[in-house]
């Protein structure tokens, strides 16, 4: 059986803001901003082999199930998967007010 793999798309958004909390974390240790960072795409890869690794995204409405999210290191990583892409849509600390979409 050959196991299908999905390729894994940043959105701007998604790289902006991964940027942003490289910088803000680097503040104060560029040692710790390179593992939160390196720890949030490795979660994001495990979902390369089963978009559905992760539960459904409760803050997306009329969600199809294709919307996805997580929690790593108190960010919150929303992502889409369709036939052969995971696109990563944000990245956003858990102490802001999720938004509906």
């Known amino acids: 059986m050959v196991e299908k793999k999905y390729e894994v798309v940043w959105t701007k958004r998604s790289q902006l803001q991964m940027n942003g909390i490289f910088k803000q974390i680097s503040k104060d240790s560029l040692q710790n901003a ?28 009329n969600n199809d199930g294709s919307y996805r999210s997580f929690e790593k290191h108190r960010y919150r990583i929303a992502y889409r998967f369709s036939e052969n892409t995971i696109r990563v849509l944000r990245v956003r600390h858990t102490s802001m007010e999720p938004k509906k979409y």
């Open 34 to 61: 390179q593992k939160v960072l390196e720890d949030i795409i490795t979660a994001v890869h495990k979902a390369e082999r089963n978009p559905e690794f992760y539960h459904p995204d409760k803050y997306k409405e």
